[in-house]
Each structure stands twice: as structure tokens, then as C-alpha cells.
């Protein structure tokens, strides 16, 4: 990671976990792992963010919530699950109230396997987002433009 | 009057690490009532019991908090072993003291640095979590895992620590207690910092008896109520003395929790110097039948584990009563007259764990 064209802000939440991926992805804002070097910023508006790192297998109340918050998240965003639970629904796989996994109600892009995941493995799993956010980015200016030149080709033709 | 209006705090907030949701009734910037509703993180652990065989519970136990999780196992352990018969060795019940001062020291610090981020002292929440990390260190060393240790099991411990490594950290404690002493005296002189907190979120000390909180919540407020008191795992051995202070506000809980942090150093430096040799664990036959309430002082206050067996392979019923749901109600008395901007500080004050409170 020689150094990133853009800073990508961060949204965390908490989904039905039991708190030990949490505190990692806390742990990596600050000074021993400091991924605000990179230019990652921990924001708590969802509308400011481009990843959203979330943790735990999410129970019914948090359905609502979760889908919410990426809703606000402007395109092109990413995904991030972080931990056993947050992929599977883990060690409480079996609870009469999780639903399983981050993926059973939005889209993932990337997962962090551990239990807890590691500090390490979640600036790896950010540094995966950031190729895929570029992607999508690319993309949606593919689309724009080829859009754009129909538009003009449409024009110069009437 | 002054009109009412109702305004959500929560789930997703950015002083909050965990979803909790309040309803703040305020007039003008003054909260007059407060409304919580918890649920976020329910995950329906208890009754998990009846699907994991008693021996392997414990790996739920750990999960039912990130932050104290060694000592979760360490309640559901003894619950299990007290109900069972089982005698734990001298060796066990010293690792288990070490240990779970260790995950106080980190619990403590992280609180600390969340609490001054709560305060928008951004510095201070980066000292203590740089701090913080040579206790993670520590715990990786001995067992394995940063934030979830794993080591506790029924019947002892699972990894020792051998005397060159307890020599080490002898060594490192006093260079540590004094980076924690700095870091303790700029939370309990700093003028910014007791500007903000002092005379913040008052309980009384009987206020908060009848409340029935614990922990450094309850302490804070001069009710000397501290579970290692009773002398489980090694406490009774190493000697214990609750930290107390009077005042009752926020400054009083934050200064609890700092000078828990020397004497948890203090005790772990006790449980070096004594700890005996022999064996970890001793085996485990037949199954629970019976109950026990088992209880261990958290880093927020008394966890309780009642747990039941019928002499089968999965206990019957487990029942976990948390510290943070013990504290609920003194939040709720605390905010009422609180100035809307001071709600986070007041809201971290009580170091609300909500994975445990919902488990
Ligand atoms: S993956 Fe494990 S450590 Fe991480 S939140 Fe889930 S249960 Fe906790």
C-alpha cells in the first residue's frame, strides 16, 4: 500500500456481535495500526461514507437498521464484513435470533475470516475494499459516459 | 414552559461503539426524561446451553462480551466446577487471577480512551489506546489471542505461563505503571477534564444502593461493593481492596477507574510474586446436576451465571445477569438535568457494555 489515490471514510457499525471485532476495528485507528495515515477516516455518518465495516450475524431488530444505513451510503460503495459471525453467523449460528451472516440482507463485497479477526486482516480485508470501491467507481464512469456519448450521438444525428 | 421535543440517540451514534437506543425528552438543550430500548445485540446465548454440550459452552461464554471475555469463562467455569465437585489446582486459579487482571487493564484503558473521546479529547483516546496495546501484547503472548483468550476451561486452565515470561512481565510492570501514572494524572488534574466532569450526572450513595448497580459505576458513588472482596480464583490470597470514591459524578467513576488500573497492576505483580508451582487442570468426569449462582467482578461491576444441570450433557437453564443491565436504571437517574451536549460523556460514564447487557 505505497499510497492510495483517494481517502475512503469508513462507517462502523455493530450488527449482532459480541463486541471483540469491534474493538479490533478500533484498534486500527489508532496509534499502533493507524490507518488514518492512509487517509482512512472513521466517520459516523453514513452519508459522509464509501466502506462500511460491520461486525456480527444480525439479529431481527438490526435488519432495519443495517439496510438503512447502506441505503444512505452514497454509490459507489463497499461492503466489509469482519469476523466469523459477521460471514456466517459463527459461533451463534445456532441463536434463535440471528438471522446469519451480513450477506442473508445487503450485499457483501469483502469478508474478514477470524474470530476475532485480527487488526491485520481487517486493514487487509480495507485494502481489498479500496481495489473493489476503484472498480465500481470505474465503472459508473464507464456507464456515465457511454450514456453520455448515446446522448450525443443521438443529437447529432436528429 | 418550555416546549418538549423528543430526539433519538442511537442505535448507530459516533460516540458509541455498540447500538443502544435512548429517547431523550428535552426542553430547550435541558434533558428532562430519558427513555431506553435496548435489543440491538439479543442473541439469544442462554439457551444456546441446551445445544452445546456444558464443556464447550465456554467458547460462548467468551463471546458474550469481546472485552471481558476471560472473565465470563472464568464465571461460567467456576459455576460448573462448584456444581460438579471439582477442586481447581492452586497454579489454575493464580493464571486465572493474572489473566483476568489483564483483561481489566485493557478493558480499563479502552474505556478511559473512549471516555476522552466522549469528551473530544482526541489525544488522550490515542495515548490510552497506544497504552492499551502493550496489555494486548501480553495477552497474545500468553495465550494466544488478543481479544478473546480461549485459555479458561472446566477444570482449570489450558496454557501456562512459564516463569522466564512471568519474570518478563514483572519487569515490564514498572516501567507500565509509570506511563499509566502520566496517562491516570492528566484524567484526574487536567483542568479541561474536571471542567468537564465534575459535578456531572450525580447519584448518591444511596441512590445508587437502591438501584442496585455495580462496579466502578456504584463506587464512584462510595458503595465499597466489590465482587473479588470474597476471594474467588486468587484474590483471597493476594489480598483485595475495592477502590472507592464519594463524589457520585462523573469524574468520581472516571477516577475509579484510573486507580483500578494501578491496582490491577499491583495485584498482578502480587499474583507473580506468589504464584505456586504444579499442575492446570484437573480432569473432568460425569455431568452437572445441580445449580450454583456464580459470581466474578467484571471490569463494570458483578456478573452473575446462574447455571442448572440434570446430570445430562447440556445444562437445563443458564440465566447471565451483566453489569451494564445492572447500570441501565442509575443511567437513566443520571441524565435527567444533564445539558443535551453532555449526554455522551454522561452515557460513556456508566462504560456501557451492550453485547453483555443483551447477550
Ligand atoms: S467473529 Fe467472533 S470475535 Fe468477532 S464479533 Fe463474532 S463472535 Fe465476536
Redesign the pocket.
Same mark, same amino acid.
Given at each position: 500500500m505505497a499510497f492510495l489515490k483517494r481517502s475512503p471514510w469508513i462507517l462502523h457499525y455493530d450488527a449482532s456481535? /459480541?463486541?471483540? /471485532?469491534?474493538i479490533e476495528v478500533l484498534a486500527c485507528l489508532t496509534p499502533l495500526y493507524d490507518v488514518e495515515r492512509f487517509g482512512i477516516i472513521n466517520t459516523g455518518n453514513p452519508k459522509h461514507a464509501d466502506i462500511l465495516m460491520i461486525? +456480527?450475524g444480525i439479529n431481527e431488530l438490526n435488519r432495519a437498521v443495517v439496510r438503512n444505513l447502506y441505503e444512505q451510503m452514497p454509490e459507489p460503495k463497499v461492503v466489509v464484513a469482519i +469476523? =466469523? /459471525? =459477521?460471514a456466517t453467523g +459463527?459461533?451463534?449460528r445456532e441463536c434463535y435470533n440471528i438471522t446469519g451472516g451480513i450477506d442473508k440482507v445487503i450485499p457483501v463485497d469483502v469478508y474478514v475470516p477470524? /474470530? =476475532? =479477526?485480527r487488526p491485520e486482516q481487517i486493514i487487509d480485508g480495507v485494502v481489498t475494499a479500496l481495489g473493489i470501491l476503484e472498480e465500481k467507481r470505474t465503472k459508473m464512469r464507464g456507464n456515465a459516459q457511454t450514456k453520455e456519448e448515446a446522448r450525443h450521438a443521438a443529437g447529432e444525428s436528429t | 414552559m418550555p416546549k418538549r421535543i423528543v430526539v433519538p440517540f442511537g442505535p448507530q451514534h459516533p460516540v458509541l461503539p455498540e447500538p443502544i437506543h435512548l429517547d431523550l425528552v428535552l426542553e430547550d438543550e435541558k434533558v428532562v426524561d430519558v427513555v431506553p430500548s435496548i435489543g440491538y445485540i439479543h442473541r439469544g446465548l442462554e439457551q444456546l446451553v441446551q445445544k452445546r454440550e456444558f464443556t464447550e459452552y465456554v467458547y460462548v461464554a467468551e463471546?458474550i462480551c469481546?472485552i471481558c471475555s476471560f472473565m465470563h469463562a472464568v464465571g461460567y467455569c467456576q459455576g460448573i466446577e462448584h456444581i460438579m465437585g471439582l477442586e481447581v489446582p492452586d497454579r489454575a486459579r493464580y493464571l486465572r487471577t493474572i489473566w483476568s487482571e489483564c483483561s481489566r487493564l485493557h478493558s480499563h484503558l479502552l474505556w478511559l480512551g473512549l471516555f476522552a473521546d466522549g469528551m473530544g479529547f482526541e489525544n488522550l483516546f490515542m495515548r490510552s489506546w497506544q497504552l492499551r496495546e502493550s496489555v494486548l501484547d501480553v495477552l497474545e503472548d500468553t495465550t494466544g489471542g488478543r481479544?478473546?483468550q480461549g485459555t479458561c476451561k472446566v477444570g482449570g486452565v489450558r496454557r501456562d505461563i512459564g516463569q522466564e515470561k512471568l519474570d518478563e512481565m514483572h519487569h515490564t510492570l514498572d516501567p507500565f505503571e509509570e506511563q499509566c501514572r502520566d496517562l491516570g494524572d492528566i484524567f484526574l488534574n487536567d483542568d479541561t477534564v474536571k471542567y468537564r466532569l465534575k459535578g456531572l450526572g450525580v447519584i448518591s450513595k444511596d441512590e445508587a444502593y437502591a438501584l442496585g448497580a455495580t462496579g466502578p459505576t456504584t463506587r464512584g458513588s462510595g458503595v465499597a461493593m466489590d465482587h473479588r472482596e470474597t476471594g474467588y480464583a486468587a484474590y483471597g490470597d493476594i489480598g483485595f481492596k475495592p477502590v472507592v470514591e464519594t463524589a457520585g459524578d462523573c469524574y468520581a467513576r472516571c477516577a475509579v477507574r484510573v486507580k483500578e488500573v494501578y491496582a490491577s497492576i499491583d495485584q498482578i505483580r502480587r499474583a507473580i510474586d506468589q504464584i505456586p508451582e504444579g499442575p492446570l487442570d484437573v480432569k473432568v468426569k460425569g455431568t452437572p446436576d445441580g445449580e450454583y449462582f456464580s459470581r466474578v467482578e467484571q471490569p463494570r461491576g458483578e456478573v452473575v451465571h446462574y447455571l442448572r444441570g440434570d446430570g445430562t450433557k447440556h445444562l437445563a437453564r443458564a440465566r447471565i445477569r451483566t453489569p451494564t443491565l445492572a447500570n441501565i436504571p442509575m443511567l437513566v437517574k443520571m441524565l435527567p438535568g444533564v445539558q443535551l451536549a453532555d449526554v455522551p460523556v454522561v452515557v460513556l460514564s456508566i462504560d456501557p457494555c451492550i453485547s453483555c447487557t443483551e447477550r
Open positions: 456481535s /459480541c463486541n471483540g /471485532c469491534d461486525t +456480527g +469476523g =466469523a /459471525c =459477521a +459463527g459461533i451463534f477470524g /474470530c =476475532a =479477526a | 463471546r469481546g481479544v478473546i
